[in-house]
């Protein structure tokens, strides 16, 4: 069983709201006391934080669900509902969340980054708190609001500072392991690493986190051999490694492989050609180090550092060639130092089409104004009425063509439309 996942969903549901009590006080020599009914707690909040010490997708493969507490009810002698406690989901770096529709809805790039996935329902109002001049004596309260439920596709893209980048079995996974702690599997085949791996490579008071990319093939940016979903771990990445094989076992030149490595970067993302990058000479063992590169059968670039991940020789260099490298890339593009704090914006109320002479009004603001315990009840019923004038309904509902007499659903509640 893999231990890296890079795609998976996450239904999300935010806690319920308690519902506001109906009481009056009843005590000892107190005749006729006032309404002294609790409000509902609030329901728990869903947080989506991003956490460099998560890895991977892997905790939502298999249980996708996550939901926070509701809160309770109120209750007489003016007792409120407790709240529920809100709860925070851990995903890594660089998670991308997405609607089922594939819109982005938010990048979680940074550690710290928070992003509200679920609002939790508002408690509702107990009696007391719809004592007025003109009603003194409320016999209704809010019912508590419903948290919001939804599905969510998440995507991973690695936060890493190199990325070593080539075609299959060049090497990249023995490069890594030299010079990391990191232990991915090692073979003499093509697409042994079908995974990313991270590792961290430390050069005196250096440190930066390397990252083994799945070998690409030609065609990789249109997707073939599972290009894009390789390619989205590269995105991320301050400096850009290109492995290219001095030995190669299909006659296809260093020069060759660079040529078609870059083409494929350009058509996936043309940003990645103006990354920082080191070309790097793999197996150089196998044909010898020359003393200058650029000889007959390498690749076009000067700068070109042959190594032999096999018996270490050229490994120092280059470790210390990328320290230097991405010193330079992380002081012209610092990564934000403070988190970030998404919330959707608040949602209003509108009015859609449901039918033949039938409408129904949505928003959260709408939903509320009609929750309430006994829309039966005069004093309910006149107060959720001028609440839905306030709110703009009977303008809405006007502007969007409603005639006298059609069908208007609010939630759980419908009534006929009249213009006044």
């Known amino acids: 069983m893999s231990g890296f996942v890079d795609e998976a969903q996450l239904h999300v549901k935010a806690g319920d709201g308690g519902a506001g009590a109906v009481s009056f006080r009843r005590e000892a020599h107190v005749a006729k006391g006032g309404p002294d009914g609790g409000d509902g707690g609030n329901g728990g909040d869903v947080w989506m ?4 010490n998560v890895a991977s997708l892997l905790g939502f493969r298999d249980h996708p669900h996550r939901k926070s ?8 002698k003016g007792r409120h509902g407790r709240s529920g406690p809100d709860l925070e989901v ?47 004596a409320p016999s209704f309260a809010e019912q508590g609001e419903t948290g919001e439920e939804r599905w969510l596709n998440l995507e991973l ?82 400096v850009l490694v290109l492995l290219l094989d001095l030995a190669p076992i299909d ?39 020359p003393e200058a590169p650029g000889g007959d059968g390498w690749a076009g670039s000067e700068d070109l550092l042959p190594i032999s991940a096999l018996t270490g020789e050229g490994l120092r260099p280059l470790v210390g060639r990328l320290a230097t490298v991405v010193a330079q890339a992380r002081a012209d593009r610092p990564r934000p130092e403070r988190y970030a704090v998404h919330r959707p914006e608040p949602a209003g109320v509108r009015v859609e089409r449901d039918g033949e002479r039938a409408w129904v009004v949505l928003g959260r603001p709408a939903e509320r104004a009609v929750a309430l315990s006994d829309l039966t009840n005069a004093e309910a019923l006149s107060y959720a009425q001028g609440r839905l004038r306030r709110l703009g309904v009977d303008r809405a509902l006007s502007r969007a063509g409603a005639r006298e007499g059609d069908r208007v659903r609010i939630a759980g509640f419908s009534f006929d439309y009249a213009p006044d």
């Open 49 to 52: 934080v991003a956490d460099r």
């Open 69 to 76: 507490q509701s809160g309770t009810h109120g209750a007489g």
């Open 90 to 136: 851990l995903v890594p770096e660089g998670t991308v969340v997405r609607d089922l529709e594939g819109e982005i809805l938010v990048d979680l790039s940074s550690e710290g980054d928070r992003w509200l996935a679920g609002q939790g329902g508002q408690g509702g109002k107990g009696n007391a708190r719809f004592l007025s001049n003109r009603r003194r």
């Open 157 to 238: 893209k690695l936060m890493a500072d190199v990325a070593l980048v080539g075609f299959p079995n060049v090497g990249k996974s023995t490069l890594i392991s030299r010079v990391s702690a990191a232990k991915p599997k090692i073979a003499d085949y093509p697409f042994t690493t079908l995974e990313p791996n991270l590792g961290v490579v430390r050069l005196d008071d250096q440190e930066f986190v390397m990252a083994d990319i799945p070998g690409l093939i030609e065609g990789a940016s249109e997707g073939k051999g599972l290009g894009h979903q390789f390619l989205r771990h590269i995105e991320r990445a301050r």
């Open 251 to 289: 006659a296809r030149s260093p020069l060759d492989q660079e040529r078609i490595l870059l083409e494929e970067l350009g058509r996936y993302q043309p940003d990645l050609l103006r990354r920082p990058r080191v070309v790097v000479g793999s197996r150089a063992d196998l044909v010898g180090f």
